[in-house]
Structure formats: structure tokens, C-alpha cells
């Protein structure tokens, strides 16, 4: 009768996952090898040939797998450096090393039998594992699994294997990454089967993630003259796809100071200038209005009715002010705002804000108002001549508003800002 074991067992696991900083630039697309063959969840669409989106150590390995010898396994090298040195991400992997293409069969030879268990090399595609003598099957007899760079096979208890043994005739195929050329780290497009490969694939992250990668990565392979040429103008082509967004900017936070964002009037840019083989750079001049606008905030209070209402800790804007009576909004800048405010009714509504009166014929459940670009608008239209009086101003600190006759609520966004 066959043992079976009952209970849990545990290993403990050999690396401890780092919180990545998730970047919006800086995202680096890699095109190199990483031990497919070993991946203990690999994603349903492949992993040769398909962007990967890694996001930490912990998943990026289960899909790609791991080795520590990275002449070998290149792309592993950006997983340890971004997720574990620097502790960024997201990284767009591209692994072209391709276990049915990629590898080498060797002939059946006697190993070593250790503690019930033999060692394979790392490189030994699990599948491809054959015990020939004695003969045997398999999950019954024996089991296989990746662990610290080796394959090990464990002989399982009540299978046909004596205990008696002291070696296993095993062969099995497995992978050559010596075999991956420049060639397939360039990849191109295929007409035959319509598929991009290799640094091709840089064109496809947008499309599948909605991401713009601004570096190109290629470690063992950027120094070949062939694969940085092609490294280079794949980044050429995405800094002059990128450029028109970045002219066209309307606001802009910097990293040092992430809590606050400046109203961009004008951007001008540099030209593309080559530093290395694969690093180029471009300056930016952004001329800015002189305020710091508030973009995070840990606590943002509004008195409404007398009490205090806590919108909470916010992870990107400070989210609009909803009142559905009147009360008092704290302006928590250091200078006075023009805010936004959306107004909700039917009718010749009145709104006043610090005593200032703002009549509005609202036609269509609602007007906005935006102070800072002096526009009342419903949806895409403009809608001026439905308002009388002045634009609200938002002064540092307290500021009643009172909400007139047949206004249900109003929601203000109060473009909080300082100097």
C-alpha cells in the first residue's frame, strides 16, 4: 500500500518581497533570457516572446522564473537590481529564450542517489526527465521540482525504486541559453504568423498596458554594435511619440515633492542628444505659474452644519467638497483659490459665497463654475449668460457658503495652493 503524507509541510522562503515604488517614468523594458523552464506560473498566454508587466520579485519570478547565474539569465539581473537594490517598478520584461528551441538533449547517465533524492542541473527541463534504470513513472515513483539552481528528483515512498538503490540512470533535454543569438534579441516582425519578437515588442507594451516605456534594457547584448543600433532608434521613435504629450502638458509634480503640482503655461524641449550607444537625453523648460497647487493631502476638513467632516487619506487629488446644506469650506492653503464649483438644481438658483451673491438660470440640473478661467459651462458648452455676479474667490481659512432656495447640493473643488 502506498504512504501518503498528512499535514503541512514548510520551507521557509529564501527571499522576503520588497514594497517596489510603483514609477509613471522611468519604466525600463528589458529584452534578454530568464529560465522559462522553471516558472511555476507561467502566464496563459507564454512567456517567449510576450511583454511581461512585473510588478515585484514575487510574481515576476513565478512567470519567469529565477537563476542566480545571470551570464546565463540576463533578464534576472534586472529583476534583482529594480525589485530588490532599487525597489522600482513597474519593468516590462521580453524573455526570448525558447525551452523547445533553445536546448539540448543529454544522454542517459547513472546519478548519485543522496538522501533519497538525485541532483539534476538547473538547466534540465522538468518534462523532458527520463529514469531508465531502474524504470520508473513519474509522481508515482519519483517527483521533480526547481530549487536553489538545481532540479531535484525525490523518490517517493511505496513507488518501485528499492531502497536498496544507490544511483538512477536519468536523461532529459535542457535549455542552452548559449544558443539565443543577437538575432532573436533584435526579433522583427513576422508576416508568416503576424507576431512581433525581441525588441520589437517595445511597440506592443502601449497597446497591451497602456504604459510608454523611456528605457530600453538589453544587459549582455546593448555592447553588440547591431542590438544597440536597434535599442537606439527604438527609443528615438518613442521619444518622438512621447513629445507631444509632454508639450502639451497642462500641470507637472516632480518627484521630490509629490504632494504638490504647478500649472504648466508653456514647455519647451531640447534635442535628442546620444550620450552612449543606448542612453540618449533632452532637457525640458517648463514655465510654470508661481503657485504650488495641493495634489495630496492627509486630511482635508469641511465644516459643514457646524460639525467637521474628514474626507480622508487620499492617494492622488484631494477629492471635491459635496455639500448638501450650508456651511463653512476651509481653504487650507497659504493664499486664496479659485476653485471649481458645480452647482445641483432647476431654475433661478442663488449661491452665495462670503456674502457675495452669484445668481444662475440652471437649465439642465447644472452649471460649473471655474473661477480660474472665468467660465460657466454645462457639460461641453458655455453657459455665461446663464450667471450674474462674481466669480467665487475662496479666501485662507474659513468660508460660508450658504446654498440659496432649490440648490440640492453643490461640489467644490477647491484648487488649494500656496507659494
Not at 26 to 43: E, K, L, R, Y
Not at 182 to 198: L, N, V
Request: net charge neutral.
Amino acid at each position: 500500500m502506498s504512504n501518503f503524507f498528512h499535514g503541512v509541510r514548510t520551507e521557509r522562503e529564501k527571499r522576503i518581497n520588497t514594497t517596489p515604488i510603483v514609477a509613471a517614468s522611468g519604466i525600463s523594458f528589458v529584452a534578454g533570457t530568464a529560465p522559462v523552464h522553471t516558472a511555476s506560473n507561467a502566464p496563459k498566454s507564454g512567456c517567449v516572446n510576450e511583454p511581461f508587466l512585473g510588478g515585484n520579485f514575487n510574481n515576476t519570478e513565478r512567470a519567469l522564473g529565477y537563476g542566480d547565474d545571470w551570464q546565463k539569465y540576463d533578464l534576472c539581473e534586472v529583476m534583482y537590481s529594480h525589485f530588490y537594490n532599487y525597489a522600482t517598478a513597474p519593468v516590462i520584461f521580453v524573455n526570448v529564450l525558447d525551452p523547445e528551441k533553445h536546448k539540448k538533449t543529454t544522454a542517459a547517465k547513472p546519478y548519485d542517489i543522496i538522501d533519497r533524492r538525485v541532483i539534476l542541473p538547473f538547466e534540465a527541463i522538468k518534462s523532458t526527465v527520463r529514469v531508465t534504470t531502474p524504470a520508473a513513472v513519474l509522481d508515482t515513483d519519483y517527483a521533480l521540482f526547481y530549487h536553489k539552481n538545481t532540479l531535484i528528483l525525490e523518490i517517493l515512498d511505496g513507488g518501485s525504486i528499492p531502497s536498496t538503490a544507490t544511483t538512477l540512470t536519468v536523461g532529459f533535454d535542457e535549455v542552452e541559453p548559449s544558443m539565443v543569438t543577437a538575432a532573436d534579441i533584435i526579433g522583427g516582425y513576422d508576416i508568416a504568423d503576424r507576431k512581433r519578437r525581441g525588441l520589437e515588442l517595445i511597440e506592443s507594451v502601449f497597446p497591451k498596458f497602456g504604459l510608454t516605456p523611456d528605457n530600453c534594457l538589453c544587459p549582455n547584448w546593448s555592447h553588440k554594435p547591431e542590438v544597440a543600433a536597434v535599442m537606439a532608434a527604438k527609443m528615438d521613435g518613442k521619444f518622438r511619440e512621447t513629445l507631444p504629450t509632454i508639450l502639451s502638458a497642462k500641470s507637472v509634480h516632480f518627484s521630490n515633492d509629490s504632494s504638490v503640482y504647478y500649472n504648466v503655461k508653456h514647455v519647451s524641449a531640447g534635442a535628442l542628444e546620444r550620450r552612449l550607444s543606448t542612453l540618449s537625453e533632452f532637457s525640458l523648460t517648463f514655465t510654470c505659474s508661481p503657485f504650488r497647487h495641493l495634489r495630496k493631502a492627509k486630511q482635508e476638513l469641511a465644516s459643514v452644519g457646524g460639525s467637521a467632516v474628514e474626507q480622508g487619506e487620499l492617494d492622488d487629488f484631494i477629492a471635491p467638497i459635496t455639500l448638501t446644506s450650508s456651511g463653512n469650506v476651509a481653504n487650507i492653503g497659504t493664499v486664496y483659490s479659485f476653485p471649481k464649483i458645480t452647482v445641483y438644481g432647476t431654475g433661478s438658483r442663488t449661491l452665495t459665497v462670503n456674502g457675495r451673491a452669484v445668481i444662475l438660470n440652471i437649465l439642465q440640473g447644472n452649471l460649473t463654475l471655474d473661477s480660474e478661467l472665468k467660465l460657466c459651462y454645462f457639460g461641453n458648452v458655455a453657459q455665461n449668460q446663464n450667471m450674474q455676479g462674481e466669480f467665487p474667490v475662496l479666501e485662507v481659512g474659513s468660508n460660508a457658503i450658504t446654498l440659496g432656495s432649490g440648490i440640492s447640493r453643490v461640489e467644490i473643488e477647491g484648487r488649494w495652493r500656496s507659494l
